[in-house]
């Protein structure tokens, strides 16, 4: 029901879309889906392939890296509750630290896409810490009593039941993190030193007022967003089974 729900909503989207484009809204700018498939079609893989990989492996880097140190980081604090004030506060900074004022300066200072992946990891990290310190916390408290009258000590408490308790939340973070990685390196290729990705690829299609190949991009890169999800959900799926709906 829910699959045909959704189905209903992007079809629902395409209508509304064609219909924009058919009483010419917003100066007759908003091109047909049927043209911008068309556009698809004609500039083929040679132009989506390429420029779709990169972005995607900018993506993973920054979405491997910012929440192996976001996992960490809450891990750490669920093992010393000492440093959670540190921890908070990094937190806080990253998210609401300009990222786009950053990425200039990584830029001149590492160069290449190094910016890329640094956002991608920044948009990833304040979710997915958050989410597991959140599922750490959860732990049933009758069973860290339980490893605790057997002598477990903090480690085996971790191991034994917070890990295992904070998979929900750490996978329900991890699928916002993963389109938001990708939000972050499409960004990071707006800011130049490179020269493919889809960010690249929009920026030349706006230059050369190619709306429908604009729309082209836009459309490969929330398909990129999409697949990042879907993945990160079919892995819950699969290391969480008896989390039922809550994983979908």
């Known amino acids: 029901m829910k699959r045909l ?22 100066g007759g700018t908003i091109p047909s889906p049927w043209r911008v498939v068309h556009t698809m079609y004609v500039d083929g893989w040679q132009l989506y392939g390429p420029n779709f990989e990169i972005t995607a492996i900018g993506a993973l880097k920054g979405f491997l890296w910012g929440n192996a140190l ?25 998210y609401c630290t300009p990222l786009l004022a950053l990425g200039p300066i990584i830029l001149v200072v590492f160069g ?3 910016p890329t992946v640094f956002l991608a990891a920044m948009y990833c990290f304040f979710t997915t810490m958050v ?3 959140a599922g750490l916390r959860s732990a049933d408290r009758t069973s860290l009593e339980l490893v605790r009258a057997y002598g477990g000590g903090r480690w085996q408490r971790l191991y034994r039941v917070q890990l295992i308790a ?13 389109p938001s990685a990708v939000l972050g390196a499409i960004i990071g290729e707006y800011l130049g030193g490179v020269d493919s990705g889809i960010g690249v690829a929009l920026t030349a299609a706006q230059t050369a007022y190619n709306v429908p190949r604009t729309w082209g991009m836009a459309l490969a890169a929330a398909a990129l967003a999409g ?11 699969l290391v969480t089974p008896w989390t039922g709906e809550e994983v979908r």
């Open 5 to 26: 729900g959704g189905l209903l909503g992007i079809l629902g989207l395409v209508g509304v879309w064609w219909l924009a484009a058919a009483l010419g809204l917003a």
């Open 70 to 94: 976001a996992i960490g980081l809450a891990v750490t604090v669920a093992l010393i509750p000492q440093f959670e004030s540190l921890a908070t506060q990094l937190a806080i900074l990253s």
């Open 112 to 114: 290449g896409r190094t």
């Open 131 to 133: 989410g597991t310190l």
């Open 166 to 178: 904070a998979l929900p939340n750490t996978f329900a973070a991890l699928k916002i993190a993963a």
């Open 227 to 237: 697949l990042g999800y879907a993945i990160v959900a079919l892995v819950a799926r």
